[in-house]
Structure formats: structure tokens, C-alpha cells
């Protein structure tokens, strides 16, 4: 089992950037789980954003966001980030971290552990 903490979030312009975090603690490595990112619009269904699997190896990505958006962790430190430039006002959701077992997956049903999100708005 996992606890996932994002942080990072905060207003932005259009063209900027952020960079969120995702700390995970627990008594199960964090090494051993795919991280998705997803987020979520007022009004909208939860989406995928990205993932990155458990070796670091393969990273996946919401067409809209790539060459964006990268998706990258430190399993040293038990960490994972999201790192999002050329940021736009659709963007503008809260941003989730999730983990789960086993190769990725765009659906967030598939995910068991999930952090508290964290507020990303972006003004234009």
C-alpha cells in the first residue's frame, strides 16, 4: 500500500510553466508501481494525463499535452513529478496522482491509490 501527496500546483499565465510533485510513502516500494497523473475540469470527467511505468522505462501521454508535458521519477526518493510548460487555459484543472501495479493504463479505474490533487489554474 501506498500514500500519494501532491504539491506544486498554483496560478500560472498562459505560455508558463509549473512543476508538480507527488511524494509517496507507505509501507510498499514505491519503485514497484506505475504513476499516472490525471486531472480533472469543474464540469468534466476525470482524464489522463500521463504515465510512466514502474521501471522509469516508458512513458505515456494525453495527445494534447505531449511535447509539453513530461512525466518523470526518482524512486529514490520515493518522488515522482510532472513537469508542464507551455501551459494553456484548458489546462486548468486540479491534478491528481495515482499509482497502481502492473503496466500503465489511461484509465483511472485501474488505479488504487490515489493523492488529494492540487489546483492548477492557468489565466489567460
Known amino acids: 500500500q501506498v500514500q500519494l501527496a501532491e504539491s506544486g500546483g498554483g496560478l500560472v499565465q498562459a505560455g508558463g510553466s509549473l512543476r508538480l510533485s507527488c511524494a509517496a510513502s507507505?509501507?510498499?516500494?514505491?519503485?514497484?508501481?506505475?504513476m499516472g497523473w490525471f486531472r480533472q475540469a469543474p464540469g468534466k470527467e476525470r482524464e489522463f494525463v500521463a504515465a510512466i511505468t514502474w521501471s522509469g522505462g516508458s512513458t505515456y501521454y494525453l495527445d494534447s499535452v505531449k511535447g509539453r508535458f513530461t512525466i518523470s521519477r526518482v524512486d529514490a526518493k520515493n518522488a515522482g513529478y510532472l513537469q508542464m510548460n507551455s501551459l494553456k487555459s484548458e489546462d486548468t484543472a486540479v491534478y491528481y496522482c495515482?499509482?497502481?501495479?502492473?503496466?500503465?493504463?489511461?484509465?483511472?479505474?485501474?488505479?488504487?491509490?490515489w493523492g488529494q490533487g492540487t489546483q492548477v489554474t492557468v489565466s489567460s
Open positions: 507507505g509501507r510498499s516500494s514505491f519503485s514497484t508501481y506505475t
Open positions: 495515482a499509482a497502481k501495479y502492473g503496466g500503465w493504463s489511461s484509465s483511472q479505474y485501474e488505479y488504487a491509490y
